[in-house]
């Protein structure tokens, strides 16, 4: 399965603990907040608040706490100005990492980046070094009980580009714009899905072969995770079945 898949899901796992949930929310309200003042309060006319906002609300995030934040975003209430910055760099066994921040002190949050992978058996990379083995993109997980054909003939007209089996999980792909058309046409049609959301996908990919290797790359991606300022890891590795399978047991 690929890195971003696999991590998908157990981000949603740790996402559904409630000794995790505070976290959680505090970084979903964070990339509402920052939406909003990037492109205003009207979700209609802000797609990517829309995204957030849905996101969100999916996470069980209180309505009301989202709508706070993007007022702190358009200005209606006083917010902190938070900064995007993105680390590209690498985890153990040459995995390529892409990570995504947002925070009020870049000094803060690119000193701690650097220590955690250096202490872990990764490292920093310049700019532009790892970006490039990335792309951005809509994705939907869906059980693989769900039909095949279903899926498609929901998805296919709102914008989807590709459906592929991931050990017995349907992963949806479409542009990053279309991830909101394609989610209400689901939606429309009674599929369920797990999961919706923007993400980077990699290109290239670093085959994760034993349970120690696997370890180390989920453990730097779960410490940048644990990072107040992160708000998403992408990877490019791939795992095999068998490898996922004894991570589980």
Not at 37 to 66: E, H, Y
Not at 208 to 220: F, G, H, N, P
Request: aromatic content about 6%; proline content about 3%.
């Amino acid at each position: 399965m690929s890195g971003h898949s696999k991590w998908a899901t157990i981000k949603h796992k740790k996402g559904a603990a409630d000794k995790k949930r505070g976290k959680l929310f505090a970084k979903l309200i964070k990339q509402v907040e920052v939406a909003a003042r990037q492109g205003g309060g009207d979700p209609d006319a802000n797609p990517t608040l829309r995204t957030m906002f849905q996101k969100a609300r999916d996470a069980s995030v209180p309505l009301d706490t989202i709508e706070r934040a993007v007022k702190r975003g358009t200005g209606e209430l006083e917010g902190v100005d938070y900064e995007s910055i993105t680390y590209e760099g690498y985890a153990p066994h040459g995995v390529a990492l892409y990570v995504e921040t947002l925070t009020d002190n870049r000094n803060r949050t690119g000193s701690e980046v650097r220590s955690l992978l250096s202490k872990n058996g990764g490292s920093l990379a310049e700019p532009g070094s790892v970006a490039w083995q990335f792309e951005r993109k809509g994705v939907v997980l869906l059980d693989g009980s769900v039909d095949e054909d279903e899926i498609m003939l929901a998805a296919l007209d709102a914008g989807a580009d590709d459906l592929v089996d991931e050990d017995g999980t349907w992963k949806l792909t479409c542009e990053a714009a279309d991830l909101p058309v394609v989610r209400d046409a689901l939606e429309k049609a009674g599929v369920p899905f797990e999961n919706a959301d923007v993400t980077m996908l990699a290109t290239t990919s670093v085959s994760i072969d034993t349970v120690e290797q696997a370890k180390a790359v989920l453990r730097v991606m779960d410490l940048l995770d644990e990072n107040e300022d992160v708000q998403d890891v992408y990877a490019n590795f791939d795992m095999p079945g068998g490898v996922l399978e004894a991570l589980d047991a």
